[in-house]
């Protein structure tokens, strides 16, 4: 017999038709690993598109925050911030927290949170 006749009297290739229980399969998968793509895809433009943390701005916020309260509660926030901002020792976080456990501390707490800003950077 002639190869070429052959093949053209061979049927065409067919597939098994799926069950209804591998039609939902291949649903739930198809539907899930969609799902993982937008996932992935979120989670790259979320790294690209994120609001980045400026600690200078953040610092600023506090030391505005404090500027409407009262005198002592302005201290103590001042002296809270320089404590948990500057390493011990360095100016002037000794001034603030020794202000602290004075009666009255005298400080001039505008150019204390002057200095303040100065040191951290802002």
């Known amino acids: 017999m002639d190869p070429a006749a052959l093949a053209t009297e061979l049927r065409p290739v067919r597939w098994p038709v799926p069950t209804e229980a591998e039609g939902w399969a291949d649903g739930l998968l198809a539907f899930g690993l969609g799902l993982l793509a937008a996932l992935a895809l979120y989670g790259l433009l ?24 009262a005198p002592a509660e302005r201290h103590l926030a001042l002296a809270r911030l320089a404590a948990r901002e500057l390493p011990p020792g360095v100016a002037p976080r000794p001034a603030l927290e020794a202000g602290l456990y004075l009666p009255e501390p005298g400080l001039d707490l505008d150019a204390e949170e002057r200095r303040l800003a100065r040191a951290l950077g802002v």
């Open 46 to 69: 979320r790294l690209v598109l994120a609001r980045r943390n400026d600690p200078r701005r953040r610092l600023r916020g506090a030391i505005a925050a404090a500027r409407p309260l």
